[in-house]
């Protein structure tokens, strides 16, 4: 069981452990603010999973007898380069730090709750609360081991922008750069 305290900010999660692949998670289920009751979860992988804000998670994963994948790592160059009153476009750079390429990656970061992604470039993106979730496009599907994957979207909401306070790579939190 995986619960998330905050009530504003969601979290990305990696989970390994010997004895159990978390690429299989066999049941998944969620209670959060958005969702007031206990709903089933499709397509989740423990690797890469982000909670939503103020929610539980209960996942079932499959034995696999052999020790976990290891867990991607990577460093983050996140900058505004315009700005507006409530929207900003953001240029990132995604360096996989990992000993190992990354394949159908996902990028995850959480926006204040009043900001919303307007466009985005070199990923297919979609929001659901406050966590943005970025895909690789058809020609960017692997991020090899030191490679850096450039991105960008537009913001656009009330009040004074903030900019993403994290950023994960299949649900690993990458430290600034």
């Given at each position: 069981?995986?619960?998330?305290?905050?009530?504003?900010?969601?979290?990305?999660?990696?989970?390994?452990?010997?004895?159990?692949?978390?690429?299989?998670?066999?049941?998944?289920?969620?209670?959060?603010?958005?969702?007031?009751?206990?709903?089933?979860?499709?397509?989740?992988?423990?690797?890469?999973?982000?909670?939503?804000?103020?929610?539980?998670?209960?996942?079932?994963?499959?034995?696999?007898?052999?020790?976990?994948?290891?867990?991607?790592?990577?460093?983050?160059?996140?900058?505004?380069?315009?700005?507006?009153?409530?929207?900003?476009?953001?240029?990132?750079?995604?360096?996989?730090?990992?000993?190992?390429?990354?394949?159908?990656?996902?990028?995850?970061?959480?926006?204040?709750?009043?900001?919303?992604?307007?466009?985005?470039?070199?990923?297919?993106?979609?929001?659901?609360?406050?966590?943005?979730?970025?895909?690789?496009?058809?020609?960017?599907?692997?991020?090899?081991?030191?490679?850096?994957?450039?991105?960008?979207?537009?913001?656009?909401?009330?009040?004074?922008?903030?900019?993403?306070a994290w950023y994960a790579l299949n649900g690993v939190r990458c430290s600034a750069n």
């Amino acid at each position: 069981m995986l619960v998330n305290h905050s009530a504003q900010t969601s979290e990305p999660v990696s989970i390994s452990y010997a004895g159990f692949d978390a690429a299989n998670v066999t049941s998944a289920e969620q209670f959060s603010e958005a969702n007031k009751t206990l709903q089933h979860i499709g397509g989740v992988n423990a690797h890469g999973l982000t909670l939503p804000a103020y929610s539980i998670t209960v996942l079932k994963l499959s034995s696999s007898g052999g020790a976990p994948a290891p867990a991607a790592s990577c460093t983050v160059s996140a900058g505004t380069s315009v700005s507006w009153p409530g929207g900003y476009t953001e240029n990132v750079k995604i360096t996989n730090t990992g000993a190992k390429a990354t394949t159908d990656w996902k990028v995850t970061f959480g926006l204040p709750a009043r900001e919303h992604v307007t466009a985005s470039w070199n990923v297919a993106q979609s929001q659901h609360g406050t966590t943005v979730t970025a895909r690789p496009v058809s020609y960017d599907k692997t991020i090899a081991a030191g490679a850096t994957l450039p991105f960008g979207f537009n913001v656009s909401g009330w009040g004074t922008a903030a900019r993403p306070a994290w950023y994960a790579l299949n649900g690993v939190r990458c430290s600034a750069n």
